[in-house]
C-alpha cells in the first residue's frame, strides 16, 4: 500500500485521551509536520476519507467495529453499575 500522508486536525490535537477515542489507531502529521500514532477520530476531513478508501470494504468494517465497540463499552458500564449499586 502506498504511502497516504495523513495530517492531524489542528484542533483535534490533544492528549492520550484523544487519541483512543475509537480505538483505531493511524500513523499521522501533527501541526508541526511530527509523526505521531493517532486515533482515526483525528484526522482531518481529507486524511480520514483518504484512509477510508484506501482498500476495499474499509468503511463497512470501521462501522461495524465501532458499533460493535459501542456495544461492548455499554455493556461494561452496565456491568459496573451493577456491581456499585449491590454493596
Known amino acids: 500500500m502506498s504511502e ?5 486536525d489542528k484542533d ?4 492520550d485521551i484523544c ?3 475509537t ?9 508541526t509536520g511530527k509523526w505521531v500514532s493517532a486515533d482515526i477520530s483525528q484526522l482531518d476531513e481529507e486524511s480520514l476519507d ?3 478508501y484506501a482498500s476495499e470494504g474499509r468503511p463497512e468494517a ?11 463499552r455499554q455493556e461494561k458500564v452496565v456491568q459496573v453499575k451493577e456491581v456499585s449499586t449491590d454493596g
Not at 483535534?12 to 492528549?15: A, I, K, L
Open 50 to 52: 483518504k484512509w477510508l
Open 19 to 21: 487519541s483512543s477515542l
Open 12 to 15: 483535534r490535537e490533544c492528549d
Open 62 to 72: 470501521v462501522v461495524r467495529l465501532l458499533i460493535n465497540s459501542m456495544y461492548v
Open 4 to 8: 497516504l500522508n495523513l495530517k492531524l
Open 23 to 31: 480505538g483505531i489507531p493511524v500513523r499521522a502529521q501533527d501541526s
